[in-house]
């Protein structure tokens, strides 16, 4: 699970001390001392001599740590954090929207024999190639984990219907590579009008909500309009084959 889908547990009214803070994050108190000597976390609210946190230092302890996890190191965190001009909390939002996962379909785990049984004896040089697309992944004693089950159900009513593994693998890292660039366009059209605007006006306030929404908003939008012009290429592939075909079995039939 995510830490920032965590986000709610806690009343924005909390206080914590900071042993309640480290056991809240799961980080040791020694750390959260050295990211607030950093500026990386406000100062707590003092009182008789006692420092406590609220639910807004909990976000951004957590929003510090998925960054850590995606790689980014304290000096690059320090320098977002600095720039950005959001609270932690819209951070931690936006983060969340952007490693939502896009569909939502639970991965399958399957044997060695069950692939066996559904395709047969695969090839190696093509169980290389499945292995490079991420749709069967080994996790060992034999179990595989599938991450799409509907796409290799689609493979095997592929392969069912007397289409070569081989033929099917061939199509599959085509469409890979097709929809790796559409989604990369969908991405860029993101950033480039909303995003990019949105940081050029200083991160206001009143926009955050609307350019956090509009990744979601996006996600439905981007299959629909995929979906829908693949029906339409489709439908016109389709008969353009289908009368060439025609007329070829009429001429060898004269």
């Known amino acids: 699970m995510s830490l920032g889908t965590q986000r709610g547990d806690l009343a924005a009214d909390a206080e914590l ?28 609210v003092v009182r008789a001599r006692v420092g406590y946190y609220s639910a807004e230092h909990v976000k951004r302890l957590r929003l510090i740590r998925e960054l850590q996890a995606d790689g980014f190191n304290l000096k690059a965190i320090e320098r977002l954090l600095s720039t950005s001009g959001a609270s932690a909390g819209r951070l931690v ?32 040089r093509d169980a290389e190639r499945i292995r490079k697309l991420k749709l069967v ?12 089950p509907a796409l290799l159900k689609a493979a095997e009513d592929v392969v069912a219907l007397g289409i070569s593994l ?3 693998i061939n199509l599959v890292e085509r469409v890979s590579r097709d929809c790796e660039s559409i989604s990369r366009a969908f991405v860029r059209l993101y950033r480039k009008e909303l995003w990019e605007p ?33 029906k339409l290429r489709m439908t016109a592939e389709v008969d353009q084959q289908s009368s060439r075909l025609i007329e070829r079995h009429a001429r060898r039939s004269r």
């Open 17 to 44: 001390t900071i042993e309640q803070l480290a056991a809240e994050v799961g980080m040791s108190v020694r750390n959260i001392r050295n990211h607030q000597s950093r500026g990386l976390l406000p100062a707590p």
């Open 93 to 124: 939002d936006l983060r969340d929207a952007l490693a939502e996962p896009f569909q939502s379909e639970t991965p399958e785990i399957v044997t060695a024999a069950e692939l066996s049984e559904r395709f047969g004896d695969v090839d190696s």
């Open 137 to 148: 992944t080994p996790i060992g004693d034999d179990r595989f984990e599938v991450s799409s």
């Open 166 to 168: 081989h033929a099917a």
């Open 198 to 230: 949105f940081v050029d006006t200083g991160h206001p306030e009143d926009r955050w909500d609307e350019v956090i929404e509009a990744i979601a908003a996006l996600r439905p939008i981007a299959t629909e309009a995929l979906l829908a012009m693949f």
